[in-house]
């Protein structure tokens, strides 16, 4: 059973400015167990989906996690999902232990958890002190850590690393691994390509209200053109003459003007630069596979539409990854995405879920799409996280 399974979710607001498809035909498989990134730019839809995934949000499609549907059988499964979404909210006056104990005396949970769930996220040192006085990185670890009260199999996490510095951003990453190899589903998005290369097992990538692309870290590292760093002995006039003979024989040829040259080829074709250069009497001094990051392969796949609809069967085609078309590809070919749905469509209301976590009720969950941020709720402890 997949940990997420989403299928041709939508989801259009309301603004000043005039209709938004923030989702416009998502598809998504999450597996159960280890850390999956969902990727995507500011404003791609990462924090739409999630907020339909945890019932915060009307949208037409289906959303299933841990197998129930979403939000009419969302009760059945929220004891094993844990939240994070938006920034936590706790008692500033109240010390880190003292919130989390409020919150699991809220949720009929043991209060030996709390001690646990410190531990588990690295506050114990700090579990006495003011919530006030954590940083944004212990904050965001003490959110983490009332999501976890539960013990839930599965954790919903927004943007966790917003905001914090190199260092929060390496504790929540080493604490994040050790939940997924404690074999939780950890679901995470993220918009800090290096960060998700280092976490996760496997990656979507979101853009414009779709997934385009989504594979593990390896297979999407390994998809698309791959490129060899050639070098050639002599100064620069060198290296431009073998470009221009690599060219001549029908390569692509990246060369800069201090004599680095690159060129599109796989490791299988390597050879063949060799011979090319060879024959027109130019030695090759240096030919190695350079290696992409995730950085890389996300500006190439969310790049021109048109390189992106161009690559398609090629990427595609590839195991273990599935790339797809960006939507400004397709909306020549399907005639525009926007469904004009309004968040009005055939799903239940989601008031008496959000009852069920004590969340707060979002502009959404009483049917109001506004423009970002309204009516969003921070009043007590945890109440910027759900179903934890
Ligand atoms: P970020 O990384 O900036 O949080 P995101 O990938 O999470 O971005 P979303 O917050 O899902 O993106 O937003 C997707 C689109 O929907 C954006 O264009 C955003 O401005 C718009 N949007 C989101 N929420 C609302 C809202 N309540 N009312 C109107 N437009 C909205």
Not at 205 to 222: E, P
Not at 343 to 349: H, I, L, M, S
């Amino acid at each position: 059973m997949a940990a997420i399974e989403i299928r041709d979710l939508r989801k259009t607001y309301r603004s000043r400015r005039g209709p938004v498809a923030a989702l416009d035909g998502l598809d998504l498989d999450v597996p159960e167990g280890g850390v999956f990134a969902f990727l995507g730019a500011n404003g791609a839809g990462k924090t739409t989906t999630i907020r339909a995934l945890v019932g915060h949000l009307r949208a037409t499609g289906s959303v299933r996690v841990l197998g129930a549907e979403v939000p009419r059988e969302l009760p059945k499964v929220i004891d094993r999902i844990g939240a994070l979404v938006e920034q936590p909210s706790f008692f500033p006056g109240f010390s880190g232990h003292r919130n989390l104990s409020l919150l699991a005396r809220a949720r009929g949970l043991p209060q030996a958890r709390v001690d646990a769930v410190l531990e588990q996220v690295g506050l114990t040192a700090r579990a006495a002190s003011r919530a006030a006085t954590y940083s944004l990185g212990m904050k965001q670890r003490l959110g983490v850590a009332a999501a976890l009260l539960k013990e839930p199999a599965m954790l919903i996490l927004d943007e966790p690393a917003n905001g914090l510095d190199p260092e929060g951003i390496k504790e929540m990453r080493e604490l994040l691994r050790r939940l997924g190899d404690e074999g939780r589903t950890v679901f995470v998005s993220s918009h800090i390509l290096g960060e998700v290369q280092q976490l996760s097992d496997r990656v979507a990538i979101v853009h414009a209200g779709r997934c385009i692309a989504t594979g593990s870290v390896d297979d999407l590292l390994s998809a698309g053109p791959s490129k060899f760093r050639v070098r050639v002995p002599g100064d620069t006039h060198e290296t431009h003459l073998a470009a221009a003979v690599l060219e001549q024989a029908g390569f692509s040829v990246w060369a800069d003007p201090h004599g680095e040259m690159a060129v599109d080829v796989t490791p299988d074709d390597s050879w063949r630069v060799a011979k090319v250069l060879a024959d027109a009497a130019v030695y090759v001094a240096e030919l190695s596979p350079i290696e992409r990051t995730l950085e890389q392969a996300f500006l190439e796949i969310t790049g021109g539409a048109s390189q992106i609809a161009a690559r398609v069967p090629e990427v595609g085609s590839e195991p273990g990854v599935a790339v797809e078309a960006a939507p400004e590809a397709r909306a020549g070919a399907e005639g525009g995405g926007v469904d004009g749905n309004d968040g009005d469509g055939a799903q239940e209301p989601v008031t008496d879920v959000l009852d069920y976590y004590g969340g707060p009720a979002s502009a959404d969950a009483t049917g109001r799409d506004e423009e970002p941020d309204a009516g969003r709720g921070t009043s007590g402890p945890g109440s910027g996280e759900v179903g934890a």
